[in-house]
């Protein structure tokens, strides 16, 4: 199970008013690139970064929660072992590099007054350079990759589900040669960040000389209201 179908099963009121999405600019090159032969993980470094910016004042008590990651590379990377992290802290941290992730409201609709909410959650991803942090604390981490097949490929899948533990599959994609190539799925925790507080995530490679680059999609909810309109 997901993050989502506890969310889903627990039967909480205002669901459409609490899922967004979030991706790059639309156009004909997405792909992002990430950092250059990530061999040892460094707090100034991350590959994304998930900032809460929900102030302590009520009503803007706003909890972001994670649902999914999904990245489609877009430039091929080398590399013998690759693996991630994911690290919380009280602080945000994001400061420079990468590319915005821009937010949206799922929930569309013609009743009189209607008003798309705008997320709390402020989504980088790419080569970041973060804040060094107050409060690291690391919360997953595993490997992704080994040996020969370790380089991601045009067209690989890395798909980060939250709340579903553990390997949930992966194979070989379908279709075109342009489109072809290996997907994998992993379960991740599920988190919860607070109010001006932050999730990192940093991907580490060895003898990664060439750094891949991605096409990055992710999905939250957004919990501790409503914030119907605004």
């Not at 709390?120 to 020969?148: M, N, P, Y």
């Not at 890395?158 to 379960?187: D, H, N, W, Y």
């Not at 991907?203 to 990055?216: E, H, K, N, Q, V």
Request: glycine share 14%; with cysteine; aromatic share 8%.
């Amino acid at each position: 199970m997901s993050m989502w179908d506890y969310y889903v099963q627990a039967g909480k009121e205002g669901l459409r008013h609490r899922v967004f999405g979030y991706t790059a600019t639309e156009g004909p090159t997405l792909g992002v690139g990430i950092n250059a032969n990530p061999t040892a993980y460094t707090a100034a470094e991350g590959t994304l970064c998930i900032d809460n910016a929900a102030s302590v004042n009520t009503p803007d008590n706003q909890i972001v929660m994670p649902v999914c990651i999904s990245m489609l590379c877009t430039v091929a990377g080398n590399g013998t072992f690759w693996a991630l992290r994911f690290q919380t802290d009280t602080a945000t941290q994001f400061s420079t590099g990468g590319t915005t992730l821009g937010a949206i409201d799922t929930y569309v609709d013609t009743t009189s007054g209607f008003t798309r909410v705008t997320a709390k959650g402020a989504i980088h991803f790419g080569d970041l350079t973060l804040v060094t942090g107050t409060s690291r604390q690391t919360v997953w981490e595993c490997g992704l990759a080994q040996g020969s097949t370790a380089a991601f490929e045009v067209g690989d899948v890395l798909e980060i589900v939250f709340g579903a533990f553990g390997e949930r599959g992966q194979g070989s994609r379908g279709g075109t040669a342009a489109v072809t190539g290996k997907f994998r799925s992993i379960g991740v925790p599920p988190v919860w960040i607070g109010r001006q507080s932050s999730l990192v995530m940093q991907m580490l490679g060895t003898i990664a000389s060439t750094a891949p680059s991605f096409t990055p999609a992710v999905v939250t909810l957004e919990l501790g209201h409503p914030r119907q309109t605004s």
